[in-house]
């Protein structure tokens, strides 16, 4: 009998975490290892295939403390309904080729998730940003106001950090959806086993080709614990600047979005963006914690990379699958104060720099020159307690420009600003139209591929459940 402490503090909360979260994937990789065993005319498989059907229907036992985990509480069911069907499941397996199957399948699935996620978020973005392209906002670096863009570009460039985050997911799945089956103990099996059928049967890309790596890597969920680290990174970023604007009554969110306060009456807090940012910082740090369960482990060792690690990563899918969707929600029917927004730009000093260009255009002279004499300008103005608002072709002269005062006026007008950067990836409305439609094509490029993956998973599972096929 297992110690009480053993049973409380790690038998039956692993039991209660596999039979919540892992029965669906313990059923499949034990089906396709049965249907491979079939197909190499090992006696009696087929029925412990035709069982697994059957059971997987069926309610779950509940905790039973003379049994160890969930494998052998259904072995257990196998044998007492066919105790040859049940030897057959047993051949050529180990709990740990059959753990690292289980971990990786549901891993899988977790990772399709969070990309659809972030797909989903960057439809909204880019909805969003289509209606935006010519809303003139002020951009900022070092919390100073730099120049204008519109807030079209300003989620545009979010959308492409997100479109990178999507494609370092689906790449992560190709080093997650490799088949550990057949690896046994962690160094084969001498029955003749066919490693490469067990993998097309789960939708793995292929088996993992070295027994002992197959039961003893961790890399693949340190690197599962890095793509979120970084997507979290960048999204608690995004957030930031969202607080900041709605902290200026720049940008507010729709009424079930935030919460008022029992005193001052005025308050409308966005209190969706806060949690959003707890969750990210959460899952940040819950990543940490699988990296360091995966460190200084013997390779071979597999209960820190195992089941101990998944509870974690659990914690990790569910912080960052709430920050992501609540962030989607606030992006959903955002209130912009778009007068609010041009007037700084407008008051502001953000567009000097097309100042700076156009006495460089105007007068033939370096920008270094048009720079300094900008500087000048600006440091005269600054002394007498004046806006660059205020000044006049005079004010310019003084500082040895000469430009007519329309020019004066243009090279000061922020949606000028915005107009005049046709570069590629800039700003202006006519770039950002073309830049936003290459966007949606590639987003629904990346729906395609998910998409296929999520079918093709779907409909293993469905022909080991035997509805296909």
């Not at 700084?344 to 000093?349: M, T």
Request: hydrophobic share 40%.
């Amino acid at each position: 009998m297992w110690h009480e402490t053993y049973l409380r503090t790690v038998l039956e909360p692993d039991y209660a975490y596999a039979s919540e979260h892992l029965l669906p994937h313990l059923f499949d990789a034990l089906s396709a290892h049965t249907l491979m065993l079939s197909a190499q005319h090992v006696p009696h498989a087929g029925e412990a295939t035709a069982l697994l059907r059957q059971l997987r229907t069926e309610p779950f036992p509940s905790y039973d403390p003379r049994i160890e985990d969930v494998f052998f509480t259904l072995d257990r069911r196998v044998a007492a309904l066919n105790p040859d069907a049940a030897g057959a499941m047993r051949t050529a397996l180990s709990r740990n080729d059959l753990d690292m199957t289980i971990y990786r399948l549901s891993a899988r699935r977790r990772l399709l998730r969070a990309a659809q996620r972030i797909l989903t978020l960057r439809d909204t973005l880019l909805h969003l940003a289509g209606r935006e392209v010519e809303t003139v906002m002020v951009a900022y670096t070092h919390h100073q106001p730099a120049q204008p863009i519109t807030f079209a570009h300003y989620l545009g460039g979010m959308e492409n950090v997100l479109a990178r985050d999507a494609t370092r997911m689906l790449s992560a799945l190709e080093r997650v959806s490799l088949s550990p089956m057949g690896a046994v103990a962690l160094g084969g099996t001498s029955f003749p086993i066919d490693r490469d059928l067990t993998a097309r049967l789960l939708a793995f890309d292929r088996p993992i080709e070295n027994t002992y790596d197959a039961v003893s890597a961790s890399d693949w969920q340190v690197e599962l614990a890095s793509v979120i680290t970084i997507a979290s990174t960048t999204l608690s970023r995004f957030v930031h600047d969202l607080l900041h604007w709605a902290s200026r009554n720049l940008i507010s969110l729709e009424d079930g979005l935030v919460q008022g306060s029992s005193v001052m009456p005025q308050k409308r807090n966005p209190v969706a963006l806060e949690h959003a940012r707890t969750k990210f910082s959460k899952a940040i740090g819950v990543t940490q914690g699988i990296v360091l369960s995966a460190h200084n482990v013997p390779f071979g060792d597999i209960n820190d990379p195992g089941p101990d690690m998944q509870p974690t990563l659990h914690a990790m899918w569910q912080d960052f699958r709430d920050g992501v969707e609540l962030l989607t929600a606030s992006l959903g029917a955002p209130h912009l104060n778009r007068e609010k927004w041009l007037r700084e730009a407008r008051q502001g000093e953000s567009a000097v720099t097309e100042l700076a260009d156009t006495i460089t255009r105007a007068e033939g002279c370096g920008f270094r020159d048009a720079h300094a004499r900008v500087q000048a300008l600006l440091g005269t103005l600054h002394r007498e307690g004046r806006t660059l608002a205020s000044a006049g072709v005079r004010d310019l002269a003084a500082a040895g420009i000469h430009l007519s005062e329309g020019d004066l006026d243009r090279a000061l007008d922020p949606a000028a600003f915005v107009a005049g950067r046709m570069t590629y990836g800039g700003p202006a409305p006519e770039v950002m139209r073309r830049s936003l439609t290459h966007a949606e094509d590639r987003l629904a490029a990346d729906w395609d591929a998910h998409q296929r993956l999520t079918r093709r998973f779907d409909d293993a599972r469905l022909h080991l459940q035997g509805a296909l096929p």
